[in-house]
């Protein structure tokens, strides 16, 4: 007689105060750079799919912009939405935070996770930055006395320092349930989509600590020639200054952006990129309805 292995699957949201490593733990969940990631807080604005299929598991994480609430435009409300939506259609919650400490934002996303009712495990990233792993055991042992979490993680998403054990367990906290995708299936967004966060990230890596939260990307056109992807892109920026920045003197800056976007397309497409970018004024954008849904926010 053969034992049968029941197959476990469902969506995990990744929840926690802005840039914790949410995105940097989907990708190392998913093995592909499907988030965009930078060293600034706000880096994610809309909820990202990214799917894992194991033998006897498939997990679903939703990646969320960080929670903070009290935002003033249209831009900020619609991130607060894509949180309030992705934890409302998950079987488990993935709360993660930094190594180390908790801080109030830590608390304040802990509560959100809590009135949801769902199970929450708890993911401790960046152990890296702990030099003394032996304050590792008693920052578990507070973390643990703030809820009743079904597990309790360390890893360092960066590095993919245990990333692969814990995705399996998460895998394993899910319900039983048939697989929900394809085995193939990485994400739910189009290659537009993912085209679109790759220009935004280099945004976010390659400007100032101001200008790229004025940014917005529209993916103008997006046609297949041969294996050849060609994309055109417009950087929405609020003001001329902006917009001479992102530029940059001679066209420099736009050329870094525009080059560095294409090379992670280029790896995530498995195919040649072209990039053609745009830079356009118009000073409502984020607080446009319209354009925000032209941009994909849901
Ligand atoms: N040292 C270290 N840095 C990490 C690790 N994981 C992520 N980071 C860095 O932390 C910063 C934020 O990472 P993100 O993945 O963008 O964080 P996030 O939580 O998605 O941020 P928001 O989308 O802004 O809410 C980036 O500079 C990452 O490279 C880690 O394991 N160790
Ligand atoms: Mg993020």
């Not at 053969?2 to 197959?7: E, G």
């Not at 908790?102 to 030099?131: C, F, M, R, V, Y």
């Amino acid at each position: 007689m053969t034992a049968i292995t029941p197959f476990h699957a469902g969506y995990a949201a990744l929840v926690g105060r802005p840039n914790v490593g949410k995105s940097s733990l989907l990708n190392a969940f998913v093995g592909a750079h499907l988030g965009a990631v930078s060293a600034k807080p706000h880096t994610t604005r809309q909820r990202l799919l990214g799917v894992r299929t194991f033998d006897h598991a498939q997990i679903a994480f939703v990646d969320t912009p960080g929670i903070q609430r009290r935002r003033p435009t249209a831009v900020h409300k619609a991130m607060d939405r894509a949180v309030d939506q992705a934890v409302a259609s998950v079987d488990l919650i993935a709360l993660v935070i930094e190594a180390g400490s908790w801080k109030a934002g830590d608390s304040a996303a802990l509560t959100h996770a809590q009135e949801t009712g769902l199970p929450i495990a708890l993911i401790i990233n960046k152990i890296d930055l702990i030099k003394d792993k032996q304050q590792l055991l008693p920052f578990i042992d507070r973390s643990s006395k703030r809820h009743d979490f079904v597990a309790i993680l360390l890893v360092g998403a960066r590095r993919e320092l245990g990333t692969e054990e814990a995705c399996k367990r998460l895998a394993a906290l899910l319900p039983e349930r048939e697989a929900m995708f394809d085995p193939d299936t990485l994400t739910d967004r189009s290659e537009r989509q993912l085209a679109s966060e790759m220009v935004r990230e280099q945004l976010m890596r390659q400007l100032g600590e101001e200008v790229p939260y004025a940014c917005g990307v529209e993916i103008e056109a997006f046609t297949h020639d041969g294996p050849i992807r060609r994309i055109a892109a417009t950087i929405w920026v609020e003001r001329e200054g902006q917009k001479a920045i992102v530029i940059g003197e001679g066209g420099e800056r736009l050329k870094q952006i525009g080059m560095a976007a294409r090379q992670e397309m280029e790896k995530l497409f498995d195919g040649q990129v072209y990039v053609e970018l745009w830079v356009k004024v118009r000073a409502d954008w984020s607080d446009d309805e319209r354009v925000l849904k032209q941009m994909g926010f849901e």
